[in-house]
Nanobody, 121 residues
C-alpha cells in the first residue's frame, strides 16, 4: 500500500517562509503529475502548484513568484518552498500523488494527511 508522509507546516509571521515536503513509499512504478493543494476554512480545496515528471510546473495566480514546487523522482518526493507568506495563505496543505504501481497497471490517486500552515503576526 502506498503511503504519503507530509512535513513542514507550522506558524510563521507574514513575510516568512516555509518548506513543505511529501514523500511517497510503497509499490511505485511511476508517478505522473505531483501537486500541492490547500483548503482554508469555509473554502473549497484549490490547486496551489503542480509539477510533471519532467519538471514542468504550474502555479495558481495567487502564489506565482512566491512559491516554488520541485520534486525528486528518485525519492518519490515533492516539495513546496513558500516565501513571502501572507495571512491569506493560511490553510491546510495537501500533497497529491498519482501512482502507477506496476508497468501496465492503473493509476491510483493518493493524498497526504494534510499539514497546517498558519500565517499570522
Amino acid at each position: 500500500q502506498v503511503q504519503l508522509v507530509e512535513s513542514g507546516g507550522g506558524l510563521v509571521q507574514p513575510g516568512g517562509s516555509l518548506r513543505l515536503a511529501c514523500a511517497a513509499s510503497g509499490p511505485i512504478y511511476s508517478i505522473n503529475v505531483m501537486g500541492w493543494y490547500r483548503q482554508a476554512p469555509g473554502k473549497q480545496r484549490e490547486l496551489v502548484a503542480d509539477i510533471t515528471s519532467s519538471g514542468s510546473t504550474n502555479y495558481a495566480d495567487s502564489v506565482k513568484g512566491r512559491f516554488t514546487i520541485s520534486r525528486d523522482n528518485a525519492k518519490n518526493s515533492v516539495y513546496l518552498q513558500s516565501n513571502s507568506l501572507k495571512p491569506e495563505d493560511t490553510a491546510v496543505y495537501y500533497c497529491y500523488v498519482p501512482v502507477v504501481a506496476t508497468k501496465w497497471g492503473p493509476q491510483y490517486e493518493f493524498w497526504g494527511q494534510g499539514t497546517q500552515v498558519t500565517v499570522s503576526s
